[in-house]
T-cell receptor, first 110, second 117 residues
Framework: GESVGLHLPTLSVQEGDNSIINCAYSNSASDYFIWYKQESGKGPQFIIDIRSNMDKRQGQRVTVLLNKTVKHLSLQIAATQPGDSAVYFCAALAGTALIFGKGTTLSVSS | GAVVSQHPSWVICKSGTSVKIECRSLDFQATTMFWYRQFPKQSLMLMATSNEGSKATYEQGVEKDKFLINHASLTLSTLTVTSAHPEDSSFYIC?????????????FGQGTRLTVV
């Protein structure tokens, strides 16, 4: 089966810095990945996704990088803002359902 | 984007009672709904996948007789926690996906916090 994990449970940055959140997955057959943001007491919010036929995808202030060789993906947030403070999860598609990683808590200080 | 609504957002119940949580897709037809459970400071754990009109598929270790899932219509799925105990206290989240759309369209509800006392 698929297991998804994150390298660091917490990340603290200063406002304006760039943030990098990492994730590793186990199943080399996984071909679709999503990053979610979850604020306290709320459901996950879609940030950005990437398919396995790509190694990079950019959104507004966010970039996802996928390294299939080492089964690793990362989320980069440019010019991090206090409103970016939340828990970030990577998720990998296993069959029809998304399997979530453990989550990284991003804290942004002004 | 599409909206998925869960009700209630927060519920407290006595040990031994049953609690029903509703998940509704408000502006699209959800052929598949997923139920997740999340303990404090932990990730979302998939409990079951339900397709409209058929029995839910439960993940290993999830008691189907305890967590009853009904997906009777294309806009509504319910999760009933039967004979709830304090260890069932958790944050329950549903996700809904419409037929034929990309998995990115698997929108999440706002979650239901269940506290069993």
């Amino acid at each position: 089966g698929e297991s998804v994990g994150l390298h660091l449970p917490t990340l603290s940055v200063q406002e304006g810095d760039n943030s990098i959140i990492n994730c590793a997955y186990s199943n080399s057959a996984s071909d679709y990945f999503i990053w979610y943001k979850q604020e306290s007491g709320k459901g996950p919010q879609f940030i950005i996704d990437i398919r396995s036929n790509m190694d990079k995808r950019q959104g507004q202030r966010v970039t996802v990088l996928l390294n299939k060789t080492v089964k690793h993906l990362s989320l980069q947030i440019a010019a991090t803002q206090p409103g970016d403070s939340a828990v970030y999860f990577c998720a990998a598609l296993a069959g029809t359902a998304l399997i979530f990683g453990k989550g990284t808590t991003l804290s942004v200080s002004s | 984007g599409a909206v998925v609504s869960q009700h209630p957002s927060w519920v407290i119940c006595k040990s031994g009672t049953s609690v029903k949580i509703e998940c509704r897709s408000l502006d699209f037809q959800a052929t598949t709904m997923f139920w997740y459970r999340q303990f404090p400071k932990q990730s979302l754990m998939l409990m079951a996948t339900s397709n409209e009109g058929s029995k839910a598929t439960y993940e290993q270790g999830v008691e189907k007789d305890k967590f009853l899932i009904n997906h009777a219509s294309l806009t509504l799925s319910t999760l009933t926690v039967t004979s709830a105990h304090p260890e069932d206290s958790s944050f329950y989240i549903c996700s809904a996906r419409g037929g034929g759309v990309r998995v990115t369209e698997a929108f999440f509800g706002q979650g239901t916090r269940l506290t069993v006392v």
